[in-house]
């Protein structure tokens, strides 16, 4: 298992010196038993991507994920 959400912050604050990340959560949808989560990751205020998990981290995780797969890094 990788920590994107390292990887990311990492990336960005090296190509950013000054930058602000942050997670929001979404939505939350779906039984007690069966939660869906979706959280979205923003830089200075600009959403890079977002991500879906069966709970906040994880999909805090798949949004990292997302967005370094997209390469969309130029905020």
């Known amino acids: 298992n990788q920590d994107y959400k390292s990887m990311l912050q990492e990336i960005l604050q090296e190509k950013f010196k000054s930058i602000k990340i942050e997670y929001r959560e979404v939505s939350e949808t779906g039984p007690d038993h069966a939660k869906k989560f979706v959280s979205a990751v923003y830089a200075n205020g600009k959403k890079l991507g977002s991500g879906t998990g069966k709970n906040k981290k994880e999909a805090e995780q798949n949004a990292a994920e997302n967005v370094l797969k997209s ?5």
């Open 71 to 75: 390469k969309n890094l130029d905020s």
